[in-house]
């Protein structure tokens, strides 16, 4: 079993950044591939971005591409989002997810988070 906790949410004007924080307890964090996923209201959630296990591989949702990056601490347990010139359509809740294969997939993450909830004012 993989625990993942999300941190970093809260209310930002359109143009400014938030950095989201997912901490992972369990099993060995560097063993999984790691995902960001996001869900606005009355809307399927979607993938965003997601990373290797060794930070090595990025790959990213082309809404998001120049803007988002995110990245892993293996040391720290710890897979961030750093969201830039965020705009209102970024409006969300914020999953983590935790999988066995690098993958835009939802159905390949067993592993979720409780979500943190992103929203971006006009």
């Known amino acids: 079993q993989v625990q993942l906790v999300e941190s970093g949410g809260g209310l930002v004007q359109a143009g400014g950044s938030l950095r989201l924080s997912c901490a992972a307890s369990g099993r060995t964090f560097s063993n999984y591939p790691m995902a960001w996923f996001r869900q606005a209201p009355g809307k399927e959630r979607e993938f965003v971005a997601t990373i290797s296990w060794n930070g090595g591989t990025t790959d990213y949702v082309d809404s998001v591409k120049g803007r988002f990056t995110i990245s892993r601490d293996n040391a720290l347990n710890t897979m961030y989002l750093q969201m830039n010139s965020l705009k209102p359509e970024d409006t969300a809740v914020y999953y983590c997810?935790?999988?066995?294969?690098?993958?835009?997939?939802?159905?390949?993450?067993?592993?979720w988070g409780q979500g943190t909830q992103v929203t971006v004012s006009s």
């Open positions: 997810a935790a999988s066995r294969v690098f993958s835009r997939i939802r159905a390949s993450y067993p592993y």
